[in-house]
């Protein structure tokens, strides 16, 4: 395993367990409700202001409901986006990935990134320059 870079003051990286399941491919292990346990208990004793989440999962709209109960607010940054894999058969097959209407009423702060990211008249935005960008 790779050694864990600079994670940013302010941020708390939470790393959860991945199984191979039998088809050879990764599954999460009941990652959902780990990771909103652990941001509602962080919730709950830092009294941080804002949990941004990385998802589309209406799993964690409870989440986000109890957080806007402590008057924490949520931000989902989210994408929409279809793609293409070859399956192990061998057939071609096109995926899509939504998030769901549910998170993104729930949330405070929704944003959108793939609209945001292919907007052309913010190539030179600076925020959205160095969004990516590892920092360590």
Same mark, same amino acid.
């Given at each position: 395993?790779?050694?864990? @870079? ?12 991945? =199984?191979?399941? =039998?088809?050879?491919?990764?599954? #999460?292990?009941?990652? #959902? ?36 109960? %402590? ?20 057939? @071609? @097959? ?21 609209? %945001? ?8 935005? @600076?925020?959205?320059?160095? %969004? ?5």
């Amino acid at each position: 395993m790779p050694p864990l @870079r600079r994670t940013p003051r302010g941020v708390h990286r939470t790393l959860t367990p991945i =199984r191979i399941g =039998r088809e050879g491919r990764p599954q #999460e292990v009941g990652t #959902e409700i780990w990771l909103s346990l652990e941001a509602f208990d962080l919730a709950v004793h830092k009294h941080f202001d804002v949990c941004a989440l990385i998802c589309c999962d209406s799993d964690y709209v409870p989440l986000a409901r109890k957080l806007s109960g %402590l008057r924490i607010r949520t931000m989902v940054l989210a994408w929409d986006f279809q793609y293409e894999f070859t399956d192990p058969a061998g057939n @071609r @097959r096109r995926k899509e990935t939504r998030t769901s209407q549910a998170l993104i009423e729930a949330c405070t702060y929704p944003v959108m990134m793939a609209p %945001l990211l292919d907007d052309r008249s913010k190539k030179d935005d @600076r925020l959205l320059e160095g %969004l990516f960008v590892d920092s360590a």
